[in-house]
Nanobody, 129 residues
Framework: QVQLVESGGGSVQTGGSLRLSCEVS????????VGWFRQAPGKEREGVAA???????TYGDFVKGRFAISHDNAKNIAYLQMNNLQPEDTARYYC???????????????????????WGQGTQVAVSS
């Protein structure tokens, strides 16, 4: 069973930075796509970024170069570096994974929640003005 545990959330002021981590365990496949999503109260869950085992990436349109996703395959950890954070980035951030033979991220569009099977519990990010 694939399990994901997020960490690194917190409270920052506008313009600040945070790095989120997602530790993935139980994946017995070499292929995967790991994504970050966020959900603010009263809003739909939206795709932030995703990265696959080939290191191909995709981002949500609102990221605009402020965030960067990366991974450390040896440690089975995916990271989301978030810079120049704004109050509208306040949300609960979730890590998700899709694993299996031949699984890669679809990089022509931002990540979609429906494409991911496994989810973490999330970590809260709050940005104050």
């Amino acid at each position: 069973q694939v399990q994901l545990v997020e960490s690194g959330g917190g409270s920052v002021q506008t313009g600040g930075s945070l790095r989120l981590s997602c530790e993935v365990s139980g994946n017995k496949y070499n292929n995967y796509c790991v994504g970050w999503f966020r959900q603010a109260p009263g809003k739909e869950r939206e795709g932030v970024a995703a990265i696959d085992s080939r290191s191909s990436t995709t981002y949500g349109d609102f990221v605009k170069g402020r965030f960067a996703i990366s991974h450390d395959n040896a440690k089975n950890i995916a990271y989301l570096q978030m810079n120049n954070l704004q109050p509208e980035d306040t949300a609960r951030y979730y890590c998700a994974a899709d694993v299996g033979r031949g699984i890669f991220c679809y990089t022509r569009l931002p990540p979609r929640p429906v494409d991911f099977e496994y989810w973490g519990q999330g970590t809260q990010v709050a940005v104050s003005s």
